[in-house]
């Protein structure tokens, strides 16, 4: 078996150090001590980091997963916080890829490739369960063609600067994690409070 990088991958790996060396590193001190800010994360955005997998036909970068990871361990030699960020958002990018439908890219995966929402957030962890999904307490209840979502959530990565969250929240009363849904919440959703 192979394990070499191809031309390609290599490339990739090139471009994300020579970026890490220019705009992350030098921040990086910055952000130890103090949260990532707007005009830093617009840049990463311009420079197509929030939408690294996300395919090229939905107007993102398509990178594999090898390439993906190369990008990520570049940004975290730089700045762990910076490869946080970058990560979680591309996971929920990667999430809407594979799991949304046409009106999801449109309405939220597209608010990502455009850098209108300069992160995506996920909102899992909750002061009673932790990161134990299978215990968390926020529950979604059907009203109509809507859920109504009620709960808190506490450590969302990202939750500044998110035009979006992915919610998790108990939608069946089966114990564990089999009750548990994934929604897609606006931050202008009414009753929404951050």
């Not at 970068?61 to 390439?67: C, D, F, H, R, V």
């Not at 996971?91 to 939220?108: C, P, S, W, Y």
């Not at 606006?186 to 951050?194: A, K, N, Y």
Request: charged share 25%; proline share 3%; aromatic share 6%.
């Amino acid at each position: 078996m192979n394990f070499e990088l191809n031309p390609e991958d290599q490339e990739i790996r090139s471009w994300a150090r020579k970026l890490s060396k220019e705009i992350i590193l030098p921040m990086a001190e910055k952000h130890s001590r103090e949260k990532l800010s707007a005009d830093f994360l617009r840049k990463l955005s311009s420079e197509g980091l929030m939408k690294l997998m996300v395919p090229e036909t939905h107007d993102g970068m398509g990178l594999t997963a090898i390439q993906f990871s190369l990008v990520i361990r570049e940004l975290a030699r730089a700045c762990a916080s910076t490869a946080v960020s970058v990560a979680v958002t591309n996971m929920i990018a990667d999430v809407l890829v594979r799991e949304g439908n046409a009106t999801h890219h449109q309405k939220f995966l597209k608010l990502l490739t455009l850098g209108e929402s300069l992160t995506a957030s996920f909102c899992l962890t909750e002061n009673q369960s932790g990161s134990d999904a299978g215990s968390i307490q926020t529950r979604a209840e059907k009203k109509g063609s809507q859920y109504v979502i009620r709960g808190e959530k506490i450590y969302v990565t990202n939750g500044a600067f998110s035009k979006f969250f992915l919610v998790m929240a108990r939608s069946l009363d089966i114990p564990g994690a089999k009750g548990i849904s994934a929604f897609l919440v606006d931050r202008e959703s009414p009753g929404l409070v951050i």
